[in-house]
């Protein structure tokens, strides 16, 4: 009589891999790196080389020499890292600098608490948030865009569109060059075209869904649109103009959707994009700082374990009583 081999859930496998969802994610990124290095030549070429270089060396060394664990560099986590973290820099920062925001990246947001899977914030995300905090002139301070641009930390600096509408600066760009990229700010949050060609590359390979950059956008086109009509003096930035600046496009394509920090369910998407989207609008509109993306994603972070308890998805195989 043949024996059973009895195994624990789950009992089917879609055959996807971490690594393949990783370079799902950095083949969608390279639109956006392309406009990047076209924009900030080399000085975005120093920063990603650099951020992807030393989160790859930290994971490395921590867990072989601290951890002494399976090595995880080549699943493709820390390498995005990296690059998500470059993209939300100027590109005239200090190599230094990099370097400490990649150590606070995979060193304190990911492998402190048990490396990939286990993480409840996002690590670029808290690095960024680590160096804004740490290191505020060297990190808006905005090189002005220039097409392969050769200056590194001597690049002629510029107002983002938000410092801007702050009343910090007079021009405001126009809506094309606002979609293209033709404006200041981090390397990887400039170009709205080349950020929506990897939201559609995304959704077509079903690397995510929609629902979390969908109710984000929408929800920050509702809400600063409702502010400006109800008052266009005081609240003078559109909703197009809120959808085109800032990191609102990259933190709700690339940033919110992480697997590890975001809900597992569809409605609990929708309410954690919704939250993402409402902060925000508050901290563009009412705070003193002009973004508010990376806040705003890391608080709703902190909310997501408290959306999984409550918003569950139905038990496989249950049947409904009527």
């Known amino acids: 009589m043949p024996k059973l081999d009895l195994s624990t859930s789950p009992h089917v496998h879609s055959g996807d891999t971490v690594s393949s969802k990783m370079t799902g994610v950095l083949i969608a990124l390279i639109p956006a790196y392309i406009a990047a290095l076209y924009f900030f030549g080399l000085g975005a070429l120093i920063i990603s080389i650099t951020a992807i270089g030393s989160c790859v060396l930290f994971e490395y060394l921590i867990q072989r020499f601290l951890l002494k664990g399976s090595l995880s560099i080549l699943d493709g986590s820390a390498a995005l890292t990296g690059i998500l973290l470059a993209f939300n820099l100027p590109s005239n920062l200090p190599v230094w600098i990099v370097i400490v925001g990649s150590f606070v990246a995979i060193g304190v947001a990911k492998m402190s608490f048990g490396g990939l899977g286990n993480n409840p914030f996002n690590p670029a995300l808290v690095a960024r948030v680590f160096l804004l905090i740490s290191f505020p002139a060297q990190m808006t301070s905005w090189p002005k865009p220039m097409p392969w641009n050769p200056a590194y930390l001597d690049a002629v600096t510029a107002a983002t569109p938000l410092a801007i509408l702050k009343g910090q600066f007079s021009e405001v760009p126009d809506t094309l060059n606002l979609f293209l990229g033709n404006m200041g700010g981090s390397l990887g949050e ?17 690397i995510i869904t929609w629902h979390i950059p969908i109710s984000i956008l929408l929800t920050v086109f509702v809400f600063t649109g409702i502010l400006h009509i109800a008052n266009p003096d005081a609240f003078i930035g559109t909703p197009v ?18 697997y590890v920090t975001s809900p597992m369910t569809k409605p609990g998407m929708l309410i954690f994009g919704i939250g993402i989207g409402i902060i925000t609008v508050v901290i563009r509109v009412f705070g003193s700082y002009p973004e508010g993306m990376s806040f705003a994603i890391l608080i709703l972070n902190g909310f997501t374990p408290l959306i999984n308890k409550y918003i569950k998805p139905k038990r496989f195989g249950k049947v409904k009583r009527k």
């Open 190 to 206: 400039v170009s709205a075209l080349a950020l929506l060609l990897g939201l559609a590359y995304l959704l077509i390979r079903k």
């Open 241 to 258: 103009f809120h959808l085109l600046t800032g990191g609102l496009m990259l933190g709700a394509i690339f940033m919110a959707t992480d």
